[in-house]
């Protein structure tokens, strides 16, 4: 199952709300994860099952979406925020993310 | 806490071999399947393998299928990948991973520092 993102790269400022896009393939039901990486770190886990927020995530994060297309919110994006975010399904093997959205600043 | 400390990356010529190990710590090790996974600049993160808590099940990618090998040791916590016959495009920072699962399905919950593996001549 191929997954695309978009926009690959955004610049936004702090405070702002953004949107991200993933659009799988095929129909994935809700199994879409989003992950956050910040530069020499490894991914971290954000949402899955599309819009359940892994703990100790911050509530200005949001998913939605089911089937094919998905989106992950930031509302009222602070400095930390800024990062590269991919989706990952795991509805059919093998698992697959997208090619990454880029979040930096405006 | 959980935590997963990937080793023995480093530089080797295609056509070697390279065995990578992750240390893993803070969870019943042998009650969980793991997984390996590698990022590059180009094509982005790409599941590698898995392996079954019991090693009864071993899957791979099909960029790495018959020169990859996944392994673990459930007495020392620890997992491998022997990788062969190494080619450019195995160039990767490589993962080990703890995934989360539910309804059959999951997500990469944890996941090591990551070890680096470059191909060149």
């Known amino acids: 199952i191929q997954m695309t993102q978009s926009p690959s790269s955004l610049s936004a400022s702090v405070g702002d709300s953004v949107t991200i896009t993933c659009r799988a393939s095929?129909?994935?039901?809700?199994?879409l994860s989003w992950y956050q990486q910040k530069p020499g770190k490894a991914p971290k886990i954000l949402m899955y099952?599309?819009?359940s927020l892994q703990s100790g995530v911050p509530p200005r994060f949001s998913g939605t979406g089911s089937g094919t297309d998905f989106t992950l919110t930031i509302s009222s994006l602070q400095p930390e925020d800024f990062a590269t975010y991919y989706c990952q399904q795991s509805y059919s093997d093998p698992w697959t993310f997208g090619q990454g959205t880029k979040v930096d600043i405006k | 806490e959980v935590q997963l400390v990937e080793s023995g990356g480093g530089l080797v010529q295609p056509g070697r071999s390279l065995r990578l190990s992750c240390a893993a710590s803070?969870?019943?090790?042998?009650?969980?399947?793991m997984h390996w996974l590698r990022q590059t600049p180009g094509k982005g993160l790409e599941w590698v393998s898995t392996?079954?808590?019991?090693?009864?099940?071993?899957g791979y990618a099909d960029s790495v299928k018959g020169r990859f090998t996944i392994s673990r040791d459930n007495a020392k916590n620890s997992l491998y990948l022997q990788m062969n016959s190494l080619r450019a495009e195995d160039t990767a920072l490589y993962y080990c991973?703890?995934?989360?699962?539910?309804?059959?399905?999951?997500?990469?919950?944890?996941w090591g520092q990551g070890t680096l593996v470059t191909v060149s001549s």
């Open positions: 392996i079954s808590w019991n090693s009864g099940h071993r």
């Open positions: 099952a599309a819009s």
């Open positions: 095929q129909s994935i039901s809700t199994y």
């Open positions: 803070g969870f019943t090790f042998d009650d969980f399947a």
């Open positions: 991973a703890k995934v989360h699962y539910y309804d059959g399905r999951g997500y990469f919950e944890y």
